[in-house]
Protein backbone atom coordinates (compact mmCIF):
# COMPACT_ATOMS: atom_id res chain seq x y z
CA UNK A 1 0.00 0.00 0.00
CA UNK A 2 1.23 3.36 -1.25
CA UNK A 3 1.47 5.74 1.18
CA UNK A 4 2.38 9.76 -0.39
CA UNK A 5 5.10 11.76 0.95
CA UNK A 6 5.09 14.94 0.48
CA UNK A 7 6.52 14.39 -3.28
CA UNK A 8 6.95 10.61 -3.07
CA UNK A 9 5.25 7.57 -2.66
CA UNK A 10 6.09 5.23 0.05
CA UNK A 11 6.00 1.66 -0.16
CA UNK A 12 7.15 -0.64 2.96
CA UNK A 13 5.75 -3.96 1.80
CA UNK A 14 6.82 -6.43 4.04
CA UNK A 15 6.97 -6.39 7.82
CA UNK A 16 10.75 -5.60 8.13
CA UNK A 17 12.01 -7.57 11.36
CA UNK A 18 14.43 -5.81 14.00
CA UNK A 19 16.57 -8.63 14.61
CA UNK A 20 19.50 -6.69 15.55
CA UNK A 21 20.24 -8.20 19.58
CA UNK A 22 19.89 -11.99 18.12
CA UNK A 23 21.76 -11.11 15.29
CA UNK A 24 24.45 -9.64 17.12
CA UNK A 25 24.81 -13.10 19.31
CA UNK A 26 24.70 -15.19 17.06
CA UNK A 27 27.21 -13.69 15.38
CA UNK A 28 29.37 -13.33 17.93
CA UNK A 29 28.49 -17.23 19.45
CA UNK A 30 30.69 -18.10 16.17
CA UNK A 31 34.05 -19.36 15.85
CA UNK A 32 35.66 -17.00 14.44
CA UNK A 33 33.21 -15.05 15.31
CA UNK A 34 31.75 -12.16 12.49
CA UNK A 35 28.99 -9.93 12.84
CA UNK A 36 27.44 -8.60 9.33
CA UNK A 37 28.58 -5.62 7.48
CA UNK A 38 24.63 -4.23 7.28
CA UNK A 39 24.92 -3.38 10.87
CA UNK A 40 28.08 -0.56 10.09
CA UNK A 41 25.13 1.93 8.66
CA UNK A 42 23.75 3.34 11.75
CA UNK A 43 24.10 8.06 11.44
CA UNK A 44 27.61 8.10 12.45
CA UNK A 45 28.59 5.05 10.35
CA UNK A 46 26.62 6.68 7.37
CA UNK A 47 28.91 9.65 7.88
CA UNK A 48 32.04 7.60 7.96
CA UNK A 49 31.17 5.94 4.92
CA UNK A 50 30.36 9.09 3.00
CA UNK A 51 34.06 10.35 4.06
CA UNK A 52 35.68 6.88 2.90
CA UNK A 53 33.93 8.28 -0.30
CA UNK A 54 36.29 10.88 -0.56
CA UNK A 55 39.73 9.07 0.83
CA UNK A 56 42.24 9.97 -1.90
CA UNK A 57 43.19 5.77 -0.88
CA UNK A 58 39.75 4.91 -1.93
CA UNK A 59 39.30 4.73 -5.62
CA UNK A 60 36.07 2.68 -6.53
CA UNK A 61 33.70 6.13 -5.76
CA UNK A 62 35.31 8.51 -7.68
CA UNK A 63 35.90 6.08 -10.56
CA UNK A 64 33.01 4.66 -10.86
CA UNK A 65 31.38 7.98 -10.96
CA UNK A 66 34.17 8.98 -13.86
CA UNK A 67 33.11 6.23 -15.83
CA UNK A 68 28.97 6.81 -15.20
CA UNK A 69 29.83 10.46 -16.57
CA UNK A 70 31.52 9.38 -19.62
CA UNK A 71 29.55 6.69 -20.75
CA UNK A 72 26.14 7.96 -19.68
CA UNK A 73 25.02 8.00 -23.48
CA UNK A 74 25.31 4.49 -23.69
CA UNK A 75 23.41 3.53 -20.83
CA UNK A 76 20.79 5.33 -22.28
CA UNK A 77 20.83 3.74 -25.59
CA UNK A 78 20.91 0.42 -24.12
CA UNK A 79 18.15 0.96 -21.22
CA UNK A 80 15.75 3.21 -23.42
CA UNK A 81 14.76 6.35 -22.04
CA UNK A 82 11.29 6.44 -20.39
CA UNK A 83 12.12 3.46 -18.74
CA UNK A 84 10.88 2.23 -14.80
CA UNK A 85 14.51 2.61 -13.00
CA UNK A 86 14.94 0.31 -9.66
CA UNK A 87 18.12 1.66 -7.22
CA UNK A 88 19.40 -0.92 -4.85
CA UNK A 89 20.97 0.55 -1.67
CA UNK A 90 20.12 4.00 -2.48
CA UNK A 91 23.00 5.25 -0.93
CA UNK A 92 24.80 7.94 -3.23
CA UNK A 93 22.65 10.63 -5.05
CA UNK A 94 25.21 11.80 -6.81
CA UNK A 95 25.37 8.64 -8.97
CA UNK A 96 21.82 8.43 -9.68
CA UNK A 97 21.74 11.68 -11.03
CA UNK A 98 24.45 11.33 -13.42
CA UNK A 99 22.14 7.95 -14.79
CA UNK A 100 18.44 10.09 -14.06
CA UNK A 101 19.66 12.66 -16.14
CA UNK A 102 21.06 10.52 -19.21
CA UNK A 103 17.66 8.11 -18.58
CA UNK A 104 14.83 10.05 -17.97
CA UNK A 105 13.19 7.48 -16.66
CA UNK A 106 9.62 7.88 -15.96
CA UNK A 107 9.24 6.28 -12.64
CA UNK A 108 12.43 5.92 -10.06
CA UNK A 109 12.08 3.35 -7.53
CA UNK A 110 14.99 3.50 -4.67
CA UNK A 111 15.25 0.74 -2.56
CA UNK A 112 16.85 0.88 0.80
CA UNK A 113 16.56 -0.01 4.45
CA UNK A 114 16.77 3.26 6.21
CA UNK A 115 13.30 5.03 6.18
CA UNK A 116 14.75 8.47 6.77
CA UNK A 117 17.15 8.32 4.22
CA UNK A 118 15.24 7.09 1.74
CA UNK A 119 12.53 9.43 2.59
CA UNK A 120 14.57 12.61 2.93
CA UNK A 121 16.72 11.76 -0.93
CA UNK A 122 14.03 10.98 -2.31
CA UNK A 123 12.31 14.29 -1.75
CA UNK A 124 14.99 16.06 -2.43
CA UNK A 125 15.05 14.03 -6.37
CA UNK A 126 11.55 14.67 -6.72
CA UNK A 127 12.37 18.95 -6.29
CA UNK A 128 15.31 18.58 -8.48
CA UNK A 129 13.40 16.52 -11.07
CA UNK A 130 9.66 17.36 -11.44
CA UNK A 131 9.21 14.95 -13.99
CA UNK A 132 9.85 12.35 -12.06
CA UNK A 133 7.55 10.13 -10.32
CA UNK A 134 9.56 8.78 -7.27
CA UNK A 135 8.41 5.26 -5.49
CA UNK A 136 10.37 4.78 -2.52
CA UNK A 137 10.45 1.09 -1.18
CA UNK A 138 12.17 0.44 2.05
CA UNK A 139 13.39 -2.95 1.86
CA UNK A 140 15.60 -5.32 3.70
CA UNK A 141 17.91 -7.76 1.68
CA UNK A 142 18.49 -10.07 3.67
CA UNK A 143 14.68 -10.59 4.50
CA UNK A 144 12.41 -12.24 1.95
CA UNK A 145 10.86 -8.81 -0.59
CA UNK A 146 8.84 -7.53 -2.82
CA UNK A 147 8.11 -4.47 -4.68
CA UNK A 148 4.81 -3.42 -6.24
CA UNK A 149 4.07 -4.16 -9.76
CA UNK A 150 4.07 -1.07 -12.07
CA UNK A 151 2.67 -3.02 -15.30
CA UNK A 152 4.46 -3.18 -18.61
CA UNK A 153 7.40 -1.16 -19.61
CA UNK A 154 11.04 -1.55 -19.56
CA UNK A 155 12.60 -2.44 -16.18
CA UNK A 156 15.86 -2.09 -14.97
CA UNK A 157 17.48 -1.74 -12.11
CA UNK A 158 21.02 0.55 -10.76
CA UNK A 159 23.41 -1.25 -7.95
CA UNK A 160 26.81 0.90 -7.67
CA UNK A 161 29.64 1.02 -5.63
CA UNK A 162 30.21 -2.88 -5.68
CA UNK A 163 28.13 -3.25 -2.71
CA UNK A 164 27.52 -6.94 -4.26
CA UNK A 165 31.24 -7.64 -3.28
CA UNK A 166 29.88 -7.16 0.20
CA UNK A 167 27.78 -10.70 0.16
CA UNK A 168 29.29 -13.83 0.01
CA UNK A 169 29.59 -15.14 -3.58
CA UNK A 170 26.15 -17.34 -3.08
CA UNK A 171 24.15 -14.97 -1.28
CA UNK A 172 25.37 -12.86 -4.21
CA UNK A 173 24.25 -15.38 -6.56
CA UNK A 174 20.78 -14.75 -5.02
CA UNK A 175 20.30 -11.29 -4.56
CA UNK A 176 21.07 -11.35 -8.42
CA UNK A 177 18.49 -13.79 -9.19
CA UNK A 178 16.04 -11.72 -7.02
CA UNK A 179 17.20 -8.71 -9.15
CA UNK A 180 16.58 -10.56 -12.32
CA UNK A 181 12.97 -11.74 -11.60
CA UNK A 182 12.22 -7.78 -10.44
CA UNK A 183 13.56 -6.82 -13.87
CA UNK A 184 11.43 -9.87 -15.71
CA UNK A 185 12.17 -10.77 -19.12
CA UNK A 186 13.69 -8.03 -21.42
CA UNK A 187 14.76 -6.29 -18.60
CA UNK A 188 18.68 -5.14 -17.51
CA UNK A 189 20.90 -4.26 -14.80
CA UNK A 190 23.84 -1.81 -14.43
CA UNK A 191 26.22 -3.14 -11.73
CA UNK A 192 29.29 -1.91 -10.38
CA UNK A 193 32.16 -3.99 -9.24
CA UNK A 194 35.56 -3.55 -7.52
CA UNK A 195 38.00 -5.56 -9.63
CA UNK A 196 40.65 -7.70 -8.76
CA UNK A 197 44.62 -5.94 -8.04
CA UNK A 198 47.38 -5.67 -6.43
CA UNK A 199 47.63 -6.55 -2.86
CA UNK A 200 49.42 -3.02 -2.00
CA UNK A 201 46.91 -0.68 -3.79
CA UNK A 202 43.60 -2.74 -2.52
CA UNK A 203 44.75 -2.64 1.43
CA UNK A 204 46.09 1.10 1.18
CA UNK A 205 42.70 1.74 0.53
CA UNK A 206 41.36 -0.24 3.51
CA UNK A 207 43.96 1.15 5.64
CA UNK A 208 43.78 4.61 5.02
CA UNK A 209 46.15 7.16 6.62
CA UNK A 210 43.50 9.45 8.02
CA UNK A 211 41.81 6.20 10.02
CA UNK A 212 38.69 6.83 8.64
CA UNK A 213 38.06 3.37 7.46
CA UNK A 214 39.35 2.39 11.28
CA UNK A 215 36.75 4.88 13.00
CA UNK A 216 33.76 3.21 10.44
CA UNK A 217 34.80 -0.42 11.57
CA UNK A 218 35.24 0.39 15.72
CA UNK A 219 32.01 2.57 14.83
CA UNK A 220 29.91 -0.99 14.78
CA UNK A 221 31.12 -1.48 18.72
CA UNK A 222 29.48 2.25 19.48
CA UNK A 223 26.12 1.18 17.42
CA UNK A 224 25.93 -2.27 19.80
CA UNK A 225 26.69 0.05 22.96
CA UNK A 226 24.09 2.48 21.68
CA UNK A 227 20.99 -0.39 20.42
CA UNK A 228 21.83 -3.13 23.46
CA UNK A 229 23.00 -2.28 26.99
CA UNK A 230 26.41 -3.78 27.44
CA UNK A 231 30.30 -2.94 28.66
CA UNK A 232 31.82 -3.55 25.48
CA UNK A 233 34.95 -1.24 25.06
CA UNK A 234 35.84 0.16 22.20
CA UNK A 235 39.05 1.48 23.09
CA UNK A 236 40.03 -2.69 23.82
CA UNK A 237 39.96 -3.55 19.99
CA UNK A 238 41.73 -2.48 16.99
CA UNK A 239 41.11 -1.70 13.25
CA UNK A 240 42.60 -4.16 10.83
CA UNK A 241 41.98 -5.32 6.85
CA UNK A 242 44.07 -7.94 4.59
CA UNK A 243 43.18 -8.83 1.08
CA UNK A 244 42.63 -12.88 1.33
CA UNK A 245 44.44 -13.28 -2.20
CA UNK A 246 43.17 -17.00 -2.59
CA UNK A 247 39.46 -15.91 -1.56
CA UNK A 248 39.70 -12.43 -3.63
CA UNK A 249 38.09 -10.37 -0.81
CA UNK A 250 39.15 -7.76 1.44
CA UNK A 251 38.71 -8.62 4.62
CA UNK A 252 37.78 -6.24 8.00
CA UNK A 253 38.31 -7.11 11.29
CA UNK A 254 38.38 -5.96 15.07
CA UNK A 255 41.21 -7.32 16.77
CA UNK A 256 40.89 -7.77 20.35
CA UNK A 257 44.13 -5.61 22.11
CA UNK A 258 44.23 -7.95 25.46
CA UNK A 259 42.60 -10.74 26.74
CA UNK A 260 39.04 -9.91 27.66
CA UNK A 261 35.43 -10.44 28.52
CA UNK A 262 32.26 -7.84 28.08
CA UNK A 263 29.22 -8.53 28.33
CA UNK A 264 25.96 -7.21 25.81
CA UNK A 265 22.71 -7.54 26.81
CA UNK A 266 22.54 -11.09 28.83
CA UNK A 267 25.04 -13.03 27.29
CA UNK A 268 28.88 -12.72 28.43
CA UNK A 269 31.81 -13.14 25.38
CA UNK A 270 35.42 -14.01 25.96
CA UNK A 271 38.07 -12.96 23.97
CA UNK A 272 41.81 -13.91 23.54
CA UNK A 273 44.14 -11.46 22.98
CA UNK A 274 44.96 -11.33 18.95
CA UNK A 275 41.50 -12.61 18.46
CA UNK A 276 39.25 -10.98 15.74
CA UNK A 277 35.84 -10.29 15.09
CA UNK A 278 35.30 -10.61 11.56
CA UNK A 279 33.28 -7.79 10.47
CA UNK A 280 33.19 -7.23 6.20
CA UNK A 281 34.25 -9.23 3.37
CA UNK A 282 34.59 -7.11 -0.24
CA UNK A 283 34.98 -9.46 -2.68
CA UNK A 284 36.54 -7.87 -5.79
CA UNK A 285 36.64 -9.92 -9.25
CA UNK A 286 38.13 -10.22 -12.55
CA UNK A 287 35.36 -9.32 -15.32
CA UNK A 288 35.38 -12.95 -16.47
CA UNK A 289 34.59 -13.87 -12.75
CA UNK A 290 31.91 -11.70 -12.67
CA UNK A 291 30.22 -12.77 -15.69
CA UNK A 292 30.25 -16.49 -14.15
CA UNK A 293 28.45 -15.30 -11.26
CA UNK A 294 25.86 -13.33 -13.48
CA UNK A 295 24.74 -16.52 -15.74
CA UNK A 296 24.51 -18.10 -12.62
CA UNK A 297 22.19 -15.62 -11.52
CA UNK A 298 20.00 -15.76 -15.24
CA UNK A 299 21.68 -12.95 -16.40
CA UNK A 300 24.02 -12.54 -19.76
CA UNK A 301 26.77 -9.89 -19.90
CA UNK A 302 26.10 -7.58 -22.53
CA UNK A 303 28.43 -5.08 -22.30
CA UNK A 304 31.21 -3.93 -19.90
CA UNK A 305 33.10 -0.64 -19.49
CA UNK A 306 36.09 -0.15 -17.58
CA UNK A 307 38.91 2.48 -16.67
CA UNK A 308 42.25 2.95 -18.32
CA UNK A 309 44.08 1.66 -14.84
CA UNK A 310 42.09 -1.52 -14.79
CA UNK A 311 40.27 -0.67 -11.06
CA UNK A 312 36.90 -0.81 -11.32
CA UNK A 313 34.27 -2.15 -13.96
CA UNK A 314 30.53 -1.26 -14.83
CA UNK A 315 28.95 -4.06 -16.10
CA UNK A 316 25.17 -3.85 -18.06
CA UNK A 317 23.45 -7.42 -17.68
CA UNK A 318 20.48 -8.48 -19.34
CA UNK A 319 17.78 -11.34 -18.42
C1 LIG B 1 29.81 -0.48 0.70
N1 LIG B 1 30.96 -1.30 0.31
C2 LIG B 1 30.94 -1.60 -1.13
C3 LIG B 1 32.25 -0.80 0.79
C4 LIG B 1 33.40 -1.72 0.31
O1 LIG B 1 34.36 -1.19 -0.24
O2 LIG B 1 33.29 -2.94 0.46
C5 LIG B 1 32.28 -0.71 2.29
C6 LIG B 1 33.61 -0.29 2.84
N2 LIG B 1 34.24 -0.89 3.82
C7 LIG B 1 35.37 -0.28 4.06
N3 LIG B 1 35.52 0.70 3.21
C8 LIG B 1 34.41 0.73 2.46
Known amino acids: QAVKKERIYYYEQHKIVDNFAQEIH ?10 SPKHFYDQKGSELFDQ ?17 TEHANDFSQLMGEQSILFELGSGSSLKIRILLEALKPSRYVPMDISKEHLI ?12 LEVHANRVDYSQPWEVPDFGPGRYNAFFPGSSIGNFEPQAAVKLLQQIAQLVGRQGGLLIGVDLKKD ?42 AIYNEPLGRIEMHLVSQC ?56 HYLKV
Open 199 to 240: KQRLEAAYNDKKGVTAAFNLNLLHHINSRIDSDLDATNFSHT
Open 120 to 131: ASSNQLAKDYPW
Open 52 to 68: ICQLEEYYPTRTEIALL
Open 259 to 314: SQSFRIGEHCYRMQKGETIHTESSYKYAVKEFHQLAKLAGFYPEKVWTDTEQLFSI
Open 26 to 35: SGLSQTPKRL
